[in-house]
């Protein structure tokens, strides 16, 4: 039946047939099954009547979210750049110290966290009361510290906090927060709950942080999660009026502020003289987000890229370089390709200003690395680095995190990076003990490479040639795979064959149109998803609708 036939059945009828074919897969409890399609089938129902049954769009639906179709041909649209700006002299040398700048991604506070309840339960997230063996004790209780199937209560989020200035000595030069800051409650959303989420949440980093934070929009800041409308004004307006009316002032200068209002949340800044950081919101190339998949989608849909590469136009004019700041790492198969390749083309025409792009939504600690031939995927065509951000959040199997950057003060590029976690398995013997979290430094990204210069900064080349040894050295190979999981227990067992190699393939991707391989849990073809022994409780995907696989 085609997309406009099928839509014509009625919004409550389609929501009738969606919800039955949920609670009958077994998949999600009935409770999720019904608040799942009440939320976002108004939004799919409005978007197929919008849809050619051949169109491309059709087959993006049904390729990315129906999954029983071939992903579409790549359109292979394209941006007209300016020429190149004549290159910039190098920064003198300075013997200014390093700035020091704090990644914090994926917070997922839930604000109806309970310590004491079932840790393992039937629903996409746990730690609420749901499951109870008993009306007074659980078979997993949670603990207050956080449990590793629920997202960040709040005595965790503060003891991250809490732990940044004593482990690095004083508060950062300026931070970076690369989005998702509401809980995995994807069923139960509203708008008063994820604006209440976003504002005590960053009231918490102006308190703990007390130097300014450049934040990034997730795919769960909204409600109902993932859909970010193409008509403007946008559905979720309140989002952006109470971000740049309240939540980041302080943060930014007015005239950021006004443009984030009016442009769904993206922004440009200037943290410090000679650096520019600009906000992108990946949410539009998100392959959850509905709203993408109607007739009038374009490949820009928000014009964002277009406004991308005029800031960095203008950054390369002024000598200025750039960090890139979004969600969605755009290598995934979360992102559509359409989207991630032009946003590929922009990485290579303005490499030389970009120093970095900076993300999150996976949870793990990672990155991807952008080339110059992607046919050619060695160290010499290796342009820019991707770092994903590792999540404070827990869910799922995975420990929380945070990094620090030591940043050059004249290139601004990143000349260490360290992770510091907080080990969740010992949350009942801090329960038991009456203490808190212990953070401490996990490893310093040069540890994968010893005879790389100490001088010289952590670029692209640096990743490109760690990433070649992980191939080489097996040992060193688990150990970033016990890293990436910021040795969570999603680690247990290791990674090899087939799981090494797609992964590996994945860290070479920036752009998903090229990676076969997703660091998320997204479509699977032609991206293979890892599979998890079916044991294991984790397998669910992160940041999807449905989160049992």
């Not at 359109?75 to 002299?89: D, K």
């Not at 670029?459 to 040992?475: G, M, Q, R, S």
């Not at 992964?503 to 479509?523: C, D, E, K, M, Q």
């Amino acid at each position: 039946m085609p997309c406009q036939d099928l839509a014509e059945v009625g919004t409550d009828a389609l929501k009738d047939v969606a919800k039955g074919a949920c609670e009958a897969s077994g998949l999600e409890d009935k409770d999720v099954c019904d608040g799942l399609v009440d939320q976002q089938m108004p939004t799919i129902a409005d978007v197929l009547r919008n849809t050619t049954g051949t169109g491309y769009a059709a087959q993006l639906f049904c390729a990315n979210i129906v999954g029983i179709c071939p992903y579409p041909a790549l359109e292979n649209r394209t941006l007209t750049f300016p020429p190149a700006a004549p290159s910039s002299q190098s920064p003198p040398s300075t013997d200014e110290a390093y700035l020091t700048v704090i990644h914090l991604s994926d917070w997922h506070y839930d604000p109806l966290y309970q310590a004491g309840t079932e840790a393992q339960c039937t629903k996409p997230l746990c730690c609420r009361g749901f499951n109870a063996t008993t009306p007074d004790k659980a078979a997993i209780p949670a603990s207050q510290w956080g449990a590793y199937e629920c997202d960040t209560p709040l005595a965790l989020g503060i003891s991250a906090l809490q732990s940044i200035e004593p482990i690095i000595g004083a508060s950062p030069d300026f931070s970076i927060f690369t989005g998702d800051l509401p809980p995995h409650d994807v069923w139960m959303t509203s708008e008063q709950g994820v604006t209440s989420i976003a504002s005590l949440s960053c009231q918490l980093f102006k308190q703990y942080l007390k130097t300014k934070v450049y934040p990034a929009i997730g795919n769960h800041e909204t409600s109902p999660v993932n859909l970010n409308s193409i008509p403007f004004p946008p559905t979720n307006q309140y989002l952006f009026n109470n971000l740049t009316l309240d939540d980041w002032v302080d943060w930014l200068d007015e005239d950021a502020l006004n443009f984030a209002r009016t442009n769904r949340g993206s922004y440009a800044t200037n943290p410090v003289p000679g650096m520019k950081i600009i906000n992108v919101n990946s949410n539009f190339c998100y392959v959850d987000n509905f709203w993408l998949y109607g007739d009038w989608v374009e490949t820009d849909p928000t014009g964002q890229l277009a406004w991308l590469a005029d800031e960095l136009a203008v950054a390369e004019t002024a000598g200025e370089k750039v960090w890139i700041i979004m969600h969605v790492a755009t290598g995934l198969s979360d992102c559509l390709r359409n989207w991630s390749n032009l946003h590929d083309q922009i990485i290579k025409r303005f490499h030389k200003t970009i120093v970095g792009v900076f993300s999150g939504h996976t949870h793990r600690d990672e990155y991807e690395l952008f080339w110059s031939d992607d046919s050619d995927k060695t160290h010499a065509n290796a342009i820019v680095m991707n770092w994903i951000g590792p999540s404070v959040t827990p869910f799922t199997q995975l420990n929380p995190g945070w990094r620090e950057y030591k940043v050059h003060p004249t290139t601004f590029e990143i000349m260490e990076s360290y992770t510091y976690i907080a080990n969740l398995s010992l949350a009942s013997a801090w329960d038991e003990q009456v203490i808190e979290p212990e953070w401490f430094l996990e490893y310093s990204a040069r540890e994968y490479l010893p005879s790389w210069p100490h001088d010289a900064p952590l670029n692209a080349t640096f990743w490109a040639l760690v990433t070649a040894a992980f191939e080489d050295n097996d040992a060193l190979w688990q150990e970033f795979y016990q890293y990436r999981s910021k040795s969570g227990p999603e680690a247990e067992g290791g990674c090899s064959g087939v799981c090494k190699t797609d992964i590996i393939n994945g860290l070479r991707s920036g752009n998903s149109v090229t990676a076969i391989h997703s660091s998320s849990f997204g479509p699977a073809e032609p991206h293979k998803a890892i599979e998890a022994p079916e044991s294991k409780p984790w397998t669910k995907g992160l940041c999807r609708l449905h989160t049992h696989h």
